[in-house]
Structures are given as structure tokens and as C-alpha cells.
């Protein structure tokens, strides 16, 4: 799994808990350029994306995940309004969030790509 994001108290809290799950966190980035070469390699099949990481949008990641065929769901403190316009259909959960409501949007992210 990839994670994409900027606040490192986040991130750390994520890759630990998301850990503890079962998931194998093989990516952790915190910069869209990072993230993109992340997004790239073999290993990732599954990723949890910020929004906004800084200044930057994660469209371009959300991009090569897409042409990829690998399923991701968004994080944001912005609502639906900020997600990129060209992946609406996956799923976003937003902050503050409990492990929980990643979890079932990861396993509802997994079972839409199964379903293709």
C-alpha cells in the first residue's frame, strides 16, 4: 500500500495503524513528485491519497494510479468539492477520520475493482 501525506504526525499514525490491520505499507510519500515515482513502481496495489500534500494536487498521482488499474480512495478536509474531477468515482473519506472509515473505504474501493 501507498501512503500519500503531508502532515507526518498523519502519516506515521496511518502507516502504524494501517499496520496493525494487516496492510503492508510499501510507500510512504509526502510530496506529489514522491509520490508520483512511488505510484510507478511494482509493489503498490493499493493507495491512500491526501488531496492537497502542500500546495500540490494529487491528480497526477490519482492519474498514474488510474492508468495503472490500481485502486485508491481519497483523504481530504475539503468534501467532495476538492477531489480531482477526472476520479470522482472512487471513494474519499473526510478528516478527521477514524481507522475505521479507511478500512471501509478500502475494502469498498477493493470490491468496485473487483466488480469491473
Known amino acids: 500500500m501507498l501512503i500519500v501525506e503531508d502532515d507526518p504526525y498523519i502519516a506515521l499514525a496511518l502507516e502504524e495503524t494501517l499496520s496493525e490491520f494487516g496492510l503492508i505499507i510499501v510507500g510512504m510519500a509526502r510530496s506529489v513528485e514522491e509520490a508520483v515515482t512511488l505510484s510507478r513502481q511494482d509493489g503498490i496495489d493499493l493507495a491512500l491519497l ?19 488499474g490500481c485502486p485508491f480512495i481519497f483523504t481530504t478536509g475539503c468534501g467532495r468539492s476538492g477531489l480531482p474531477e477526472a476520479h470522482l468515482e472512487h471513494a474519499m473519506v473526510e478528516k478527521p477520520f477514524y481507522v475505521d472509515e479507511i478500512l471501509a473505504a478500502l475494502r469498498g474501493e477493493l470490491a468496485r475493482v473487483e466488480v469491473r
Open 50 to 68: 491526501d488531496v492537497n500534500v502542500g500546495h500540490e494536487k494529487i491528480d497526477p498521482v490519482a492519474d498514474v494510479l488510474a492508468a495503472r
